[in-house]
């Protein structure tokens, strides 16, 4: 299977890789009153991060091909980092380990997802280097693909942010996330009685 192959494969499932993750967290959570303190700011981020995102990129975010994008969105966390949608799962991710107090999964968490996203990232790099040219490749040589840099790209798209198609796009994210938090707790409550 070539590269681009495993890439378009995790991109379309993408949606449905986190449900084994999900069962294992469920089932050997132990969530503490100081665990949802360490764990909720990550969990904060990350959805914050993802609101930020998609209120510039829409949801097009949300899309199962390619090509479905606005067009190359440079600003808002695009000007700071590659990938703030992946990042910003990532963060999610890692605070609900972190709530739910299984922290071996964590791991699982770092190897998953650098095994899921990698290819995905190179696939959608490959798309835009084709479809956007030296107006891509300049900004991929100025902007870090998963750790954030301080200063802004020089040279911001003109996208605006709407909080309203933020919302409309991470409605099913949220709802997941409040979901999974009180499937943690009811668990642990059920296993008190």
Known sequence: MTASKIGNFFFKIRSFTPIPFIIALLYFSEPAWYTVVIGMPFIVAGEFLRIWAVGYAG???????????????????????RN?????NFLLSLGVCLVASVYWLVAVLVVGYFFQYLPIIALEEA???????????????????FVPQFRPYPEPSDHDFSFFRAIKSEKRTLTAILCVIGLIFIRQIVALL
Do not use: D, F, I
Request: glycine share 8%; aromatic share 12%; hydrophobic share 30%.
């Open 84 to 88: 703030p949608l992946y990042l910003g």
């Open 127 to 145: 798309y835009l280097l084709e479809s956007c040219g030296s107006t891509y490749q300049t900004y991929r040589e100025q902007v870090p693909r």
């Open 59 to 81: 949801a097009s975010t949300r899309a199962t091909t390619l090509g479905a994008a606005r067009n190359l969105v440079t600003t808002g966390p695009y000007s700071y980092v």
